[in-house]
């Protein structure tokens, strides 16, 4: 069983940087695709990016990519998503879900198996 637990999400005014991250208990991460998803009141949950299981390859929404990093670090048992160039439009909830042997390019939210319960972004201007 894989037991997501996003931290690392807060208050950052506009052109600045967060980093959360997406840690597992129970079974470790090195086998599982993580993905990161968002969702803004009102809105419908939009996927951010996701990183296949071997770390090899890496996959981001075109609202996000160029600005949006995601990286792992089995030892750590953690995958990161790091955010530069922050604008009011990313505030969300931050999710990240977890499949066994996926790929990066597992772009829909039913492709996971398991869920965090979610960190806040809020971009102030």
């Known amino acids: 069983q894989v037991q997501l637990r996003e931290s690392g999400g807060g208050l950052v005014q506009v052109g600045g940087s967060l980093r959360p991250s997406c840690s597992s208990s129970g079974r470790p991460l090195n086998t599982y695709a993580v993905g990161w998803f968002r969702q803004a009141p009102g809105k419908e949950r939009e996927f951010v990016g996701a990183?296949?299981?071997?770390?090899?390859?890496?996959y981001y929404a075109d609202s996000v990519k160029g600005r949006f990093t995601i990286s792992r670090d089995n030892a750590k048992n953690t995958v990161y998503l790091q955010m530069d160039s922050l604008e009011p439009e990313d505030t969300a909830v931050y999710y990240c879900a977890a499949v066994h042997y996926g790929a990066s390019w597992y772009i829909r939210a039913a492709q996971y198996d398991y869920w965090g319960q979610g960190t806040q972004v809020t971009v102030s201007s």
């Open positions: 990183i296949s299981w071997s770390g090899d390859s890496t």
